[in-house]
Structures are given as C-alpha cells and as structure tokens.
C-alpha cells in the first residue's frame, strides 16, 4: 500500500527558492518562475516508478528525487504551469487517489527569535545552502510534517515580504525552513505561510491532535 503524504503545486517558483532548489537538487536545475509538483510518499522506493510515470506523462523535468526507505520525494518543474499539473495528475490517477486525499500540514514548531546574535548566526551559516542570516536579524523558523512542504512554504514566504531563504529541509520524517531578515518583513512572511498551510486541505497526519 502506498501512502501519499505530500502533494502540493507551486504555481511560480520564486528567484531565491529557485536558486535554492538548483543548489541542492541532483537533477536539472528549475529557474525563476517555473512552475513546479512535489509530490511525497511512503515506502519511498516507489517514488522511481512515479517519476517515470511524471515524465512520460508530459514535458516536465525532474529536479529532485530522494529515495529513502520510508519516505520518497520528487519535484519535477515546467515553464508550463499545465504540464506541471498533468504530472501530478499521471501519478494520481496511478494510485487511483485525488487530491484531497494527500495529507495536509500539520505544523509542529513555529519560532520567532528576535534580534539574533552574531555567534547564533554563524552557527545557522555553517550548515546552511541559502543566504546567510546576519547579526540583528530575525530568524522565523518552521518545522512542519510531512516534510514535503517545506518547499511549498519557503516559496510562498518569498512571495510574501522581502526576505531571505537560509535554509529548506523537504525530505525526512519533518521538513524545517529558515527565513530571516527585517523583523517587520519576517513577520508577515510568518502570518502568509502558517495561514497558506492550513488552508490546504487533506487528511489528519497520523498523530495528529484533535
């Protein structure tokens, strides 16, 4: 039986995410405004299956695929926002699930630190693949099950206010965003991306409180 944990569509990729997911993908590279699918589920080792079934279905490039043993991620991404749909759809309709049977987010953590210390930040800097996040600086970070989107969420952050992506963990057991910057400008991404996350609709993630 195949669990299908994330399934979220990014209608415009914006110029840091990007750029960000060009820095850790393994695959080809996505540009600014490219729209893209990332679809998540579980035993992972089925994700190869999906992506074959993704490419064969319409023109779209695969970007990332994470196989683990639990968990599978791909993100495939198109100039065309139809096609990257109709990727999604393909796999879909293999799994003989619709949308709304995904899981929704379920956010686990959401913490604001304010006025952040040089020594902090550079902590932050050693392990990150964004921006850097400077002294004075407020850091938002979100910790969110299933971990696909992490992604979905870094995005429209970066829609939201001017801000930087420091770091975007989309893979695992939790997916974990690191956005900072001006205290004014990280608190409306803050607001935007916990009220986008919640307004998407799907099953309770196991464990889930009431």
Do not use: W
Request: glycine share 8%.
């Amino acid at each position: 039986m195949i669990e299908l944990r994330t399934y979220v569509f990014l209608d415009s990729l914006q110029y840091q995410m990007a750029s960000f997911l060009a820095t850790v993908s393994k695959g080809y590279f996505p540009v600014a405004e490219q729209a893209c699918m990332v679809i998540e589920i579980s035993p992972g080792i089925e994700i190869n299956r999906f992506t074959d079934i993704a490419l064969k279905a319409t023109n779209v490039t695969p970007g990332i695929q994470i196989v683990e043993r639990l968990f599978g991620l791909l993100e495939v991404h198109s100039d065309s926002q139809g096609d990257a749909r109709q990727a999604g759809a393909a796999i879909l309709d293999e799994l003989n699930l619709k949308e709304k049977d995904r899981m929704k987010p379920r956010i686990l953590t959401s913490q604001l630190i304010k006025n952040i210390d040089d020594h902090h930040a550079q902590l932050i800097n050693k392990v990150r693949y964004g921006n850097m996040v400077l002294k004075g600086d407020t850091l938002f970070v979100l910790e969110i099950e299933p971990a696909g989107y992490a992604y979905y969420a870094a995005n429209e952050a970066e829609k939201a206010s001017h801000i930087n992506i420091i770091n975007v963990v989309g893979y695992g057991r939790y997916g974990r965003i690191y956005i900072a910057g001006e205290e004014s400008e990280v608190l409306v991404s803050k607001e935007i991306v916990e009220n986008r996350l919640k307004s998407i609709e799907g099953r309770e993630p196991e464990g889930a409180r009431e």
